[in-house]
């Protein structure tokens, strides 16, 4: 049986207690080809039934719980079976298995954390905030996990006193920091207005990249190892102006 899900934890916990003792179960939150003969159920998140799964893993290892939230954030298209897996084996052996890495589970779903963990870090340096004439910042985004709510606690520290929207485009939804509050929203598409001032920042940053360049000792492999060409097209320092 296929378990179709929207992709939230409530509803993948509501999944995870449906295909318990279904030992063909696939879980996903994308799109999927059934075999001849295979069945498929949508499920929607039941809370009751997510509180339950949630109280009983927590028995078994409290952390598993944030470790499946960060799996399902996952651009991984295997990350719901990632999940799946590392809680059923949690379940099964009702303990903390994160230290038993010659299971393949475990080995899965500790890439995962570890993939999401280091784009949010090399995030911390790859965004770029345009001003707008408001002084709110904006800085639009594609990483390859969904992680912009993950990155709001690092920039807030560091811009208490702006307001800022990080928008990624690939998931058509943002992280909004209004000075008060964080909350995030469906994005599509934003129409931004930029200050006057925003050509003169942008040039701030390709002299700053120009002036740390040597051109005569460039090593391209290099550099696209610390800054990966996918993440290239919002860097001003990366463009013309």
Wanted: charged residues 30%; glycine residues 4%.
């Amino acid at each position: 049986m296929i378990y179709f899900y929207d992709g939230s934890r409530d509803a993948f916990l509501t999944a995870f207690l449906l295909a318990y003792h279904d030992e063909d179960a696939v879980l996903t939150s994308g799109g999927k080809q059934l075999a001849l003969g295979q069945g498929s159920v949508f499920v929607k998140a039941d809370p009751a039934r997510a509180q339950k799964a949630e109280k009983r893993l927590a028995e078994f290892d409290r952390q598993c719980l944030d470790e499946i939230s960060t799996i399902l954030r996952s651009g991984d298209l295997d990350r719901d079976m990632v999940a799946f897996r590392y809680v059923m084996l949690i379940s099964k052996l009702q303990k903390p298995i994160r230290s038993m890495l010659s299971e393949d589970a475990v080995i899965a779903a500790t890439e995962c954390i570890r993939r999401v963990g280091f784009e949010v870090h090399r995030f911390h340096g790859f965004v770029r905030f345009m001003e707008t004439p408001c002084g709110a910042l904006y800085a639009p985004i594609s990483p390859d996990n969904d992680i912009a709510d993950l990155l709001v606690p690092h920039f807030r520290a560091r811009l208490p006193e702006y307001p800022f929207v990080i928008h990624d485009v690939k998931r058509k939804k943002a992280a909004v920091y209004d000075g008060s509050h964080v909350f995030t929203a469906p994005l599509d598409r934003a129409e931004v207005v930029l200050s006057a001032d925003e050509q003169a920042w942008k040039r701030l940053w390709k002299d700053y990249y120009e002036s740390v360049n040597i051109p005569s000792r460039e090593r391209l492999h290099q550099m696209r190892g610390y800054m990966p060409v996918r993440y290239w097209r919002f860097m001003p320092e990366k463009h013309s102006l």
